[in-house]
Structures are given as C-alpha cells and as structure tokens.
C-alpha cells in the first residue's frame, strides 16, 4: 500500500490555447512548452461544424475514447467526433485510423439520457470494452457510478462530489480486477478538497490517493 498526500504543485509547463469561431465553425489548438529546454507539444487541434441537431469533430492530432474514467481506451489517433442531440437523448461515434502497411480502424460508440436529476449513458470501442454510467444530480450532492468490461475483466467506480459554498469535496472508490488490468488487481481511494478559496487570488488544493 502506498500513500501520497499533495497540498501544492509547482508547474513547470507554459501552456497557451488558441481558438476561434465563425457562424458554425470554430477550431482550437493547445501549444505547450514542457522543459527547460523549450520543447514544444501540440495537442487538442480540432476543427468543428456545429448545427442544431449535433456536430462534426475533426481531430488530427489524435482522439480517443476511453470507457468513462476506467481506461480501456482506444489508441488515439487522427479521427473525427460525430454527436447527435436529439433531446434528451445524445448519440456520440468516434472514428480513427492509423496508417501503416495497412490501416487500422478503431472507433467508439455511446449515448447518454439525460434528465433534470439522472444522467444514464453507455459505452462501447473497439478494444473492445464496454461501459455504463449513472450521474444522479442531488444538489449539493453529486453521486456517480461506473461499471466496465474488458477482455474478461471488470471494473467500477463510486464517486461522491460535495459542493460548498467556495470549493468542491470529493471522495471516490475505485477497483479494478487481474484480468481487467492485466496484471494486478488494483483499489484506489481517493479523496480531494479543491478550489478553496485563501485570498482573493490564491486557491487550494488538497488531494490524498491511497493504492493497493
């Protein structure tokens, strides 16, 4: 078992974001220099059409579409993003490709119903692994839960996220099996107290990750 408990973080990362719009268009792009050295790494590059009934997501640096916050992601590559809203229902489909000798597909499908208290969706890629998640919005409270499978393995999540007047509390469980992971069977317990405010320009952050 280990234990980390973080109260501050030191960046030594420059990060800057550039965006845009026009009508129904709009694109974005992240630059970030990540070393003394002046190394510099692109991501989040997108090109978006927008209409009333959904959007169309081009991604040429690379997207992916991990089962909820369990993993059992895809490997990210040049895709696109399509999402349909067809109230209060929406529909997303991830596709990508990378080219080799060959090309190989990978894709993601999902939707979520959403309602003024629950938000149920599910999830499938072609890993492939599945998913389903349930949000339940009871102010101040907001209660999440997460199931997965992958390769024969399982995986959930419980996550509880506690609204105060300045900041957010949050504690989460998660478990993972042997042969979800591959290897080990993981448990992480996680608890964190974020953006609280110290003065009118400093916030703080306390984060505690317990691992077996």
Do not use: H
Request: hydrophobic share 35%.
């Amino acid at each position: 078992r280990q234990m980390c408990i973080r109260d501050r973080a030191v960046a030594s990362t420059l990060s800057y974001s550039f965006s845009a719009e026009a009508d129904s268009w709009s694109g974005g792009l992240t630059a970030e220099i990540i070393d003394e050295g002046g190394t510099l790494a692109l991501s989040g590059a997108y090109i978006q059409y927008t209409a009333e009934m959904g959007s169309l997501k081009m991604q040429p640096l690379g997207v992916s579409y991990a089962i909820y916050d369990l993993g059992a992601d895809i490997t990210s590559n040049p895709g696109v993003t399509l999402t349909a809203k067809l109230e209060p229902l929406t529909l997303t489909t991830v596709v990508n490709n990378a080219e080799g000798s060959s090309v190989d597909w990978s894709y993601g499908i999902g939707g979520e119903y959403a309602t003024d208290l629950v938000t149920v969706g599910a999830r499938y890629n072609s890993n492939p692994a599945y998913g389903v998640q349930i949000v339940g919005a009871l102010d101040p409270i907001t209660l999440t839960g997460q199931y997965a499978g992958y390769q024969g393995g399982t995986a959930y999540l419980v996550k509880a996220v506690y609204a105060l007047s300045a900041g957010t509390v949050t504690a989460k469980y998660t478990a993972k099996d042997a042969a979800y992971t591959g290897d080990a069977a993981t448990t992480e317990i996680y608890g964190e107290l974020a953006d609280f405010p110290i003065t009118d320009t400093t916030t703080l952050k306390l984060s505690a990750t317990s691992t077996d």
